[in-house]
């Protein structure tokens, strides 16, 4: 072939999930206060067998949280200076407790009105310790030929490993899912959304013209 050089593929319009783990004692700390809250709020009961139970979703303002909540705010203001959004305030909309009972699976969703959502893995172990993200381009499936080996750039669905202190951030309009546990014991994480504070007043007018 009469190249010069050789080919490229430039990918466009990347979605990201950002990663990091929380320290060996934030991760205790954090693990206790959502065993307290989550006994608290149902007692020490499982969910049965291929049932996903939630918590209210106010745990954000709780004072045993504070640890956790202080990473997410870390880790949101990094992802906003990713981004190139700059220090743009914002604010935890929700945050609450995913308790997932053997065969225990959550269906593809997104989290609408929000920036950013994320999870923080609790308890997690082999069989109950991934999530899906789904490819956000409606078009990518108007045509599917078979392929012969799934890549980064035929995959309708993107699988994340996690371990026990991870933490995800990710935008709020990626669809997402978790499969159902494999295991035999509970999966444990903790949900959160984020958005910039007072919107509306500071944001939402036209890109064009005064601000």
Do not use: C
Not at 10 to 16: A, E, G
Not at 131 to 143: E, K, Y
Not at 147 to 173: C, H, I, K, S
């Amino acid at each position: 072939m009469d190249w010069e050089g050789s080919p490229a593929v430039i990918r466009l319009f990347p979605s990201f999930v950002w990663k990091a783990r929380l320290g060996s004692e934030v991760r205790a700390a954090v693990r206790a206060a959502i065993l307290e809250e989550v006994a608290a709020e149902r007692g020490a009961a499982v969910p049965e067998a291929g049932q996903v139970w939630q918590s209210r979703h106010g745990l954000y303002r709780l004072p045993a949280l504070e640890p956790l909540v202080g990473h997410v705010r870390t880790g949101v203001a990094l992802v906003l200076e990713l981004l190139r959004v700059g220090t743009a305030p914002f604010e935890i909309t929700g945050l609450w407790v995913n308790v997932a009972a053997p065969g225990g699976a959550v269906r593809m969703h997104n989290h609408p009105n929000n920036f950013l959502s994320g999870v923080y893995y609790v308890q997690v172990q082999e069989g109950a310790d991934s999530i899906s993200f789904h490819d956000p381009r409606p078009q990518a499936a108007v045509v599917r030929p078979p392929v012969t080996e799934l890549t980064a750039y035929n995959t309708d669905q993107m699988v994340v490993r996690v371990e026990e202190g991870d933490l995800l951030v990710f935008p709020a309009w990626l669809s997402h899912s978790v499969d159902p546990n494999g295991s035999d014991r509970v999966r444990i994480s903790a949900s959160f959304n984020v958005m910039f504070s007072a919107y509306a007043e500071t944001m939402s007018g036209p890109m064009w013209g005064e601000r």
